[in-house]
Each structure stands twice: as structure tokens, then as C-alpha cells.
């Protein structure tokens, strides 16, 4: 019988979402495309925006930085390929070391999926707050409404 490891993982910050400000305009998406992948794509970003053009409104679909993070658990490259990083708590894919066994997309709580396989590449991509961009999420900066901010870890 497998035994299950259970690490408490440090906390990342997330993303918070403005329904109510949010225009649907899609500049967070191609910004983040932009910047992680050379190249402003919607199938390439780490996040979706949702529109209901029937209620004139939009949502995201962005990773929550779970705290026990189900994806990082069900990886079988984990502390390599899907990590953790240990100064800002962020979750991340490694995609040089990704084998696009697609078990932590599988693994995700969330409906839809907020681990993705890239369309090019054959690994999994999902959002990890740009967490190598001293500026913090480009998503954040670009929106034209402020409909996403990044809340810290200790006021999550």
C-alpha cells in the first residue's frame, strides 16, 4: 500500500477577481501570453477569460494556488517538474523537465482544470504569478480596470 506524503507547503499569494469591473476586453490574457511565451496567444495564456455574452458578463479561470496542492501531490516528477517555490510559496511547472504525462491536470480540484497541456510544447502550463517578474503578476499591471490584484499570502 502506497503511502501518502503530506507537506504543509508554504501559501502563495492569488489572484482576485472584479466580476463587476471586469469588461471582458482579454488585454490580462495576451499580456500573459505575451510575457511567459514570447507571443500573444489565448490558447497560451495561463489564464481564461470567460464571457456570457448572455448576461454581458465575464469571469477568469486562473490556478488558486491551492494550499495542499493536488496537482504538485499527483506528479511523479514533483519537486522537479511541478514545484514549489520556496521564497514566494508560488506553484509552478517546470516545462524543461515536464514529461506531459498530464496527471497533475487530472489532480486539479477545479472545473475546469486549471493546469493546461500546451498546444506546441506536449507539457503542462498553468499560472504561476509570474513569479520570477519583480513586478508581480503582468496581468495584474496590464488589466485597464483593476479588475485582478494580487492578495498576499498572509492576508489570504
Known amino acids: 500500500m502506497e503511502q501518502k506524503i503530506v507537506i504543509d507547503t508554504p501559501g502563495s499569494g492569488m489572484l482576485a477577481f472584479d466580476a463587476n469591473a471586469c469588461t471582458g476586453c482579454g488585454v490580462c490574457a495576451l499580456m500573459c501570453s505575451l510575457y511567459n511565451e514570447?507571443?500573444?496567444?489565448?490558447?497560451?495564456?495561463r489564464l481564461q477569460v470567460v464571457r456570457d455574452p448572455f448576461r454581458a458578463a465575464s469571469s477568469i479561470n486562473v490556478c488558486r494556488q491551492?494550499?495542499?496542492p493536488g496537482c504538485?501531490?499527483?506528479c511523479p516528477?514533483?519537486?522537479?517538474?511541478?514545484?514549489?517555490?520556496?521564497?514566494?510559496?508560488a506553484r509552478y511547472i517546470n516545462e524543461e523537465v515536464c514529461n506531459g504525462c498530464g496527471l497533475c491536470r487530472k489532480a486539479?480540484?477545479?472545473?475546469?482544470?486549471?493546469?493546461?497541456?500546451h498546444p506546441?510544447?506536449?507539457?503542462?502550463?498553468?499560472?504561476?504569478?509570474?513569479?520570477?517578474r519583480?513586478?508581480?503578476?503582468?496581468?495584474?499591471?496590464?488589466?485597464?480596470?483593476?479588475?485582478?490584484?494580487?492578495?498576499?499570502?498572509?492576508?489570504?
Open 108 to 117: 486539479c480540484p477545479l472545473e475546469p482544470p486549471r493546469v493546461m497541456i
Open 134 to 156: 519583480e513586478e508581480g503578476p503582468i496581468c495584474v499591471e496590464y488589466c485597464p480596470v483593476g479588475a485582478l490584484q494580487l492578495i498576499p499570502r498572509d492576508k489570504r
Open 77 to 89: 516528477l514533483r519537486g522537479e517538474a511541478l514545484d514549489i517555490d520556496r521564497k514566494t510559496g
Open 66 to 68: 491551492c494550499q495542499y
Open 38 to 45: 514570447g507571443v500573444q496567444g489565448l490558447a497560451l495564456s
Open 120 to 132: 506546441g510544447k506536449s507539457v503542462a502550463f498553468k499560472c504561476d504569478l509570474c513569479r520570477d
Open 72 to 74: 504538485y501531490y499527483a
